[in-house]
């Protein structure tokens, strides 16, 4: 049974930082592409981005130059660290691999 748990949300004023984590379980971590979206209240979750197996990564171009995704094999974790957050960020984040979604962990960017 695939798990994932994200953590690391919270609020942060405009111009901050977080750091989200994701630890999986029940996948063989090393061989997975994994992914985070997010959606905002009112609208469709979307694409934020993603890090291959093979540690390539693709972004949103809204996040672009301000988000980084990483992962660590032997931990089993995925990790988005977002800079210079913005209003428009705040959403719930959620961490994926295919067929497989977490619970998700709030972000709130105050103006």
């Known amino acids: 049974q695939v798990q994932l748990v994200e953590s690391g949300g919270g609020l942060v004023q405009a111009g901050g930082s977080l750091r989200l984590s994701c630890v999986a379980s029940g996948i063989i971590f090393s061989r997975n592409h994994m992914y985070w979206y997010r959606q905002a209240p009112g609208k469709q979750r979307e694409y934020v981005a993603s890090?291959?197996?093979?540690?390539?990564?693709n972004y949103k171009d809204a996040v672009k130059g301000r988000f980084i995704i990483s992962r660590d094999n032997a931990k089993n974790s995925v990790y988005l660290q977002m800079n210079s957050l913005k209003p428009e960020d705040t959403a719930i984040y959620y961490c994926s691999t295919p067929g497989s979604w977490g619970q998700g962990t709030q972000v709130t960017v105050s103006s």
């Open positions: 890090i291959t197996s093979y540690g390539s990564t």
